[in-house]
């Protein structure tokens, strides 16, 4: 029927001769814009609507600066992070999150690598870590994930608590009981430079950030400060070091070469730190 009512405007009215040659014209322009897109990163499965304005135009300085034709050989990156404390400028953060105050491996920092174009389309295996309310705190205070991972949020505390952000495409503000638990999809990337912030209405100290990234190069220091990459696109990276709790902040440029293992260790300062609060 639709079709039958498509044609017969056609086939009843008689064209004038030009008509078919403006048809012949348009007709090659209207077909290229149908034909079927190659798929994206955005239609795979787990990876919706990974857009990242800020890290994209981050990351293009590194790009741009990496040699055409490159080619898609990995390599490996491994290191420690430090924080060198300064008796003089004390970082009133350091007995949570360092160790030892004499080697100064700092734990909890956020690293991550950024370059849009070498980073596309890497593979990865989904998660679905939790964050725990216990003790009036959230358990780690400091996530990593990628976008479309899923994050279970619990409470083992014997009071109410409640989860909120007002950050990300999909604020939401949720209250969870003893023993109980909320499940939040995170579906954009906000990268190095926009964490999810995650609170507690009821207890104002409460606190925890989530990082999104858009590719599974990311790391969430533990107690010894290591971090490891492995199988990386070979190329020129900004190499992100982020504190939340803490409020420190710095990056390098760091260069992966084919089969090879780059080693990078990286000290903060009280210079690493940001102005205002966490
Ligand atoms: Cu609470």
Not at 45 to 68: F, I, M
Not at 86 to 96: F, G, I, L, T
Request: glycine share 6%; hydrophobic share 35%.
């Amino acid at each position: 029927m639709l079709i039958h009512k498509k044609l017969y405007p056609i086939q009843r009215v008689r064209q004038p001769w030009y008509f078919t040659l403006i048809l012949w014209w348009i007709l090659p322009g209207c077909s290229q814009e149908n034909q079927p897109q190659p798929a994206t990163k955005d239609s795979q499965p787990n990876q919706t609507a990974v857009t990242n304005d800020q890290t994209a135009k981050d990351g293009a300085a590194a790009a741009d600066e990496t040699t055409a034709g490159e080619t898609l050989e990995t390599g490996s990156l491994e290191g420690v992070i430090y924080y060198d404390s300064d008796p003089a400028r004390q970082w009133r953060y350091s007995r949570y999150y360092i160790q030892s105050r004499s080697t100064g491996e700092l734990a909890e920092a956020v690293v991550a690598l950024r370059n849009t174009r070498l980073l596309q389309q890497q593979p990865y295996e989904a998660s679905e870590p939790v964050i725990d309310q216990r003790d009036y705190r959230f358990i780690p205070e400091t996530l990593a994930i990628h976008v479309g991972d899923r994050v279970k949020f619990t409470n083992a505390d014997t009071v109410l608590h409640n989860v909120m952000t007002r950050d990300g495409i999909d604020p939401f503000s949720v209250n969870i009981g003893t023993d109980g638990s909320y499940m939040h999809l995170f579906r954009r990337a906000g990268g190095i430079s926009r964490p999810i912030r995650i609170g507690c209405i009821f207890h104002g100290a409460m606190r925890s950030w989530i990082y999104v990234f858009a590719h599974p190069y990311f790391h969430v220091t533990q107690r010894d400060g290591s971090f490891s990459f492995q199988d990386v696109p070979a190329g020129e990276y900004n190499f992100d070091i982020v504190h939340p709790a803490g409020n420190l902040s710095t990056n390098q440029v760091v260069t992966i070469r084919p089969g090879e293992t780059t080693k990078l260790d990286v000290r903060l300062s009280p210079d690493d730190l940001r102005k205002g609060t966490p």
